[in-house]
């Protein structure tokens, strides 16, 4: 069921991108940038306890 009713939200999600010239997969990659970014210094404090610093 929950499989069924993400399909349909990214269909949805699609459709709506598509309307405003914009393809699916640039929108996902543009979300992922912006959460990297605004976990960025959760990513550096585990880069710097992976060094050992």
Do not use: N, P, R
Request: aromatic share 6%; glycine share 4%; no cysteine.
């Amino acid at each position: 069921m929950a499989d069924k009713k993400e399909k349909e939200m990214k269909s949805l999600v699609e459709a709506i991108l598509e309307s405003e010239g914009k393809k699916y997969e640039d929108w996902l990659h543009e979300k992922h940038m912006e959460f990297l970014m605004d976990h960025s210094a959760t990513v550096l404090a585990a880069l710097k306890q992976l060094k050992g610093d």
